[in-house]
Nanobody
Framework: QVQLVESGGGLVQPGGSLRLSCAAS????????MRWHRQVPGKEREFVAL???????DYADSVKGRFTISRDNAKNTVFLQMNNLKAEDTAVYYC?????????WGQGTQVTVSS
C-alpha cells in the first residue's frame, strides 16, 4: 500500500504562484512514477504532469512553461510549482502514484485562481 497526502492549495490571484506538495509513505519502493492530475466539477479528471524515478518529466500542453514538477527523494515528496496561474487552472489537484500493478490517489487539494 502507498499513502499520499497533498498540501499547498489555496486561493491565489491570476498571475500568482503556488507550490503543491505530495508526501508519499508506505511501499514507496514499488512506485514507478508519480503524477499530478486535476478535476473540476462536471468534468473528467485530467493529467497535468508526471515525473519518473529517473527524473524524466512530462506535462500537459495547457501547463507547459508555467508548471514544474520535481521531487525530493530524501523526503519522499513530489512538488508541483505553478506559476502564472490562470482562472482556468482552478480545480482540485490530486497526486497519483503508480506501481506495476496499482494506482494510488491522494485526497486532493483545492486550487482557486480568482481576483
Amino acid at each position: 500500500q502507498v499513502q499520499l497526502v497533498e498540501s499547498g492549495g489555496g486561493l491565489v490571484q491570476p498571475g500568482g504562484s503556488l507550490r503543491l506538495s505530495c508526501a508519499a509513505s508506505g511501499d514507496i519502493f514499488r512506485i514507478n512514477h508519480m503524477r499530478w492530475h486535476r478535476q473540476v466539477p462536471g468534468k473528467e479528471r485530467e493529467f497535468v504532469a508526471l515525473i519518473t524515478n529517473g527524473g524524466s518529466t512530462d506535462y500537459a500542453d495547457s501547463v507547459k512553461g508555467r508548471f514544474t514538477i520535481s521531487r525530493d527523494n530524501a523526503k519522499n515528496t513530489v512538488f508541483l510549482q505553478m506559476n502564472n496561474l490562470k482562472a482556468e487552472d482552478t480545480a482540485v489537484y490530486y497526486c497519483n502514484a503508480r506501481t506495476s500493478s496499482q494506482i494510488y490517489w491522494g485526497q486532493g487539494t483545492q486550487v482557486t485562481v480568482s481576483s
